[in-house]
C-alpha cells in the first residue's frame, strides 16, 4: 500500500479522499497538480506531503526549458515557493524544501542540477520511510501486552509515505505478537480517523473500535485507554506540538486520567527554530470542511464557521517523543538538542 510513487517522470499517489468507498491511484505529471493535491488533501500526513513536495520540485525542475544556470535556478525558487504555499503547519514540508533548494546548488550545469533534484527527492523519501520503520520499532517497546491505545486522526503508510508514525507503533507491537486494542476516533471534520485509519487498522487484522470525538472522556473515565498515542506536523524546541484539531483537548483528558500520552513523529517533523508552540503557524481551512461531510450539507447556509486543522499540546502534557533518534523525555529542549547535534543538516 503506497501512499506516493515515483515513476520517473510523474508521481502516482492513492487519492484519500476517495477512501474507504474506493481506491482511486492518481499519475500526476506536473508540479501543479502535486500542488493542488497537497491541498485538497489528496495526499496528506505531514512526512507524507514532505515528499510529496520534494517530488513537485523534481518534476517542476525536469518542466523548466531555461539552458543559463541562473534563469534555471530563479524559476526552480518559483516552483518552491508555489509548493511551500499549500500547507503552512507541517514541518516536513520545508524541511523537505529546504533540502531541495541545497540540492540545487550541487550542479555545475542545468542537466546536473537537474538529476541531483530527482536524486535527492528520491532519497527524502527513503530517509522518511526508514525513519518511521525506526521510530515503530523504538515506540512499540512502550506497549505493553493487553493495552488498548487511543490515538486520534491518522498516522499510518498512507499518512507518511513509509510505514507509520503512531499507527506503525502499533502495528510493529501487534507485528511482535503484544495483544492490543484500539480506540480511533472518528477525527472531525474530515473523519480520517473513520475513513482511512479505520480502513488501514481493517487491513492490518488489528482489533479496534471507532468512536466520535467526544467519546473519548467516556472510555477514559472507565479505565479503558492505557495509552494515547498520536502523530504531529511540527514539534517546536520545548516539546509543545501541533497535530490534528482534537488532540490537545486528548492530553488534557489523558493527564487527568494519569494516562501517558505519546506523540510519535520522525525528526523532520521537529523545527528546533521555534522556542515554543506559540510559533507555530496553525492552517485555517475551508468552512465547508465544517458544514458539509462528502458534500452533503449538515448545517444552515451562510453559518459562521471556524476551521483550524491544528492546534498545540502544551510539552507538560506530552509523557514522550518517539522519533527514529531515540525516545525524548522531559526536559524536551535538551533532548531536542542532543538529538539534532548528531543530525546531518
Given at each position: 500500500?503506497?501512499?506516493?510513487?515515483?515513476?520517473?517522470?510523474?508521481?502516482?499517489?492513492?487519492?484519500?479522499?476517495?477512501?474507504?468507498?474506493?481506491?482511486v491511484?492518481?499519475?500526476?505529471?506536473?508540479?501543479?497538480d502535486?500542488?493542488?493535491?497537497?491541498?485538497?488533501?489528496?495526499?496528506?500526513?505531514?512526512?507524507a506531503?514532505g515528499?510529496?513536495?520534494?517530488?513537485?520540485?523534481?518534476l517542476?525542475?525536469?518542466?523548466?526549458k531555461?539552458?543559463?544556470?541562473?534563469e534555471?535556478?530563479?524559476?526552480?525558487?518559483?516552483i518552491?515557493?508555489t509548493?511551500?504555499?499549500?500547507?503552512?503547519?507541517?514541518r516536513?514540508?520545508?524541511?523537505?524544501?529546504?533540502?531541495m533548494?541545497?540540492?540545487?546548488?550541487?550542479?555545475?550545469?542545468?542537466?546536473?542540477?537537474?538529476?541531483?533534484?530527482?536524486?535527492?527527492?528520491?532519497?527524502?523519501?527513503?530517509g522518511?520511510?526508514?525513519?518511521?520503520?525506526?521510530?515503530?520499532?523504538?515506540?512499540?517497546?512502550?506497549?505493553?501486552?493487553?493495552?488498548?491505545?487511543?490515538?486520534?486522526?491518522?498516522?499510518?503508510?498512507?499518512?507518511?509515505?513509509?510505514?507509520?508514525?503512531?499507527?506503525?507503533?502499533?502495528?510493529?507491537?501487534?507485528?511482535?505478537?503484544?495483544?492490543?486494542r484500539?480506540?480511533?476516533?472518528?477525527?472531525?471534520?474530515?473523519?480520517?480517523?473513520a475513513?482511512?485509519?479505520?480502513?488501514?487498522?481493517?487491513?492490518?487484522?488489528i482489533?479496534?473500535?471507532?468512536?466520535?470525538?467526544?467519546?473519548?472522556?467516556?472510555?477514559?473515565?472507565r479505565?479503558?485507554?492505557?495509552c494515547?498515542?498520536?502523530g504531529?506536523?511540527?514539534?517546536?524546541?520545548?516539546?509543545?506540538?501541533a497535530?490534528?484539531?482534537g488532540?490537545?483537548?486528548?492530553?488534557?483528558?489523558?493527564?487527568?486520567?494519569?494516562?501517558?500520552?505519546?506523540?510519535?513523529?520522525?525528526?523532520?517533523?521537529?523545527?528546533?527554530?521555534?522556542?515554543?508552540?506559540?510559533?507555530?503557524?496553525?492552517?485555517?481551512?475551508?468552512s465547508?470542511?465544517?458544514?458539509?461531510?462528502?458534500?452533503?450539507?449538515?448545517?444552515?447556509?451562510?453559518?459562521?464557521?471556524?476551521?483550524?486543522a491544528?492546534?498545540?499540546?502544551?510539552?507538560?502534557?506530552?509523557?514522550?517523543?518517539i522519533?527514529?533518534?531515540g525516545?525524548?523525555?522531559?526536559?524536551?529542549?535538551e533532548?531536542?538538542?542532543?538529538?539534532?547535534?548528531?543530525?546531518?543538516?
Amino acid at each position: 500500500m503506497k501512499a506516493i510513487e515515483w515513476l520517473g517522470n510523474r508521481v502516482r499517489i492513492l487519492d484519500q479522499t476517495r477512501l474507504p468507498q474506493e481506491e482511486v491511484y492518481l499519475e500526476l505529471s506536473r508540479y501543479q497538480d502535486i500542488a493542488s493535491a497537497i491541498a485538497e488533501l489528496k495526499i496528506r500526513g505531514a512526512p507524507a506531503i514532505g515528499v510529496a513536495g520534494a517530488y513537485a520540485v523534481a518534476l517542476g525542475a525536469l518542466e523548466i526549458k531555461a539552458t543559463a544556470k541562473t534563469e534555471f535556478l530563479r524559476k526552480l525558487q518559483a516552483i518552491i515557493q508555489t509548493i511551500a504555499s499549500t500547507r503552512p503547519t507541517a514541518r516536513n514540508l520545508f524541511r523537505a524544501l529546504e533540502r531541495m533548494g541545497r540540492a540545487s546548488e550541487s550542479g555545475k550545469n542545468v542537466d546536473q542540477i537537474k538529476t541531483a533534484l530527482v536524486n535527492e527527492a528520491i532519497a527524502i523519501h527513503t530517509g522518511e520511510a526508514e525513519a518511521t520503520r525506526r521510530l515503530s520499532q523504538l515506540g512499540a517497546e512502550l506497549l505493553k501486552d493487553g493495552f488498548t491505545i487511543l490515538t486520534h486522526c491518522n498516522t499510518g503508510a498512507l499518512a507518511t509515505a513509509g510505514y507509520g508514525t503512531a499507527f506503525g507503533v502499533i502495528k510493529k507491537a501487534w507485528e511482535r505478537g503484544k495483544k492490543l486494542r484500539v480506540f480511533a476516533t472518528e477525527t472531525r471534520p474530515l473523519l480520517q480517523g473513520a475513513r482511512i485509519t479505520a480502513w488501514e487498522l481493517n487491513k492490518a487484522g488489528i482489533p479496534f473500535t471507532l468512536i466520535t470525538d467526544s467519546m473519548t472522556g467516556y472510555f477514559m473515565s472507565r479505565g479503558e485507554v492505557d495509552c494515547v498515542i498520536v502523530g504531529a506536523d511540527r514539534i517546536a524546541l520545548n516539546g509543545d506540538t501541533a497535530n490534528k484539531i482534537g488532540t490537545y483537548t486528548l492530553a488534557v483528558l489523558a493527564k487527568e486520567h494519569n494516562i501517558p500520552f505519546y506523540v510519535a513523529a520522525p525528526t523532520t517533523t521537529i523545527d528546533p527554530s521555534l522556542a515554543s508552540g506559540a510559533e507555530i503557524p496553525i492552517e485555517q481551512r475551508s468552512s465547508d470542511e465544517v458544514t458539509r461531510i462528502q458534500g452533503i450539507s449538515i448545517a444552515p447556509e451562510g453559518v459562521d464557521v471556524a476551521n483550524p486543522a491544528f492546534d498545540v499540546t502544551p510539552h507538560p502534557y506530552i509523557t514522550a517523543i518517539i522519533t527514529e533518534s531515540g525516545i525524548i523525555r522531559q526536559p524536551f529542549g535538551e533532548g531536542i538538542k542532543e538529538i539534532f547535534r548528531n543530525l546531518s543538516p
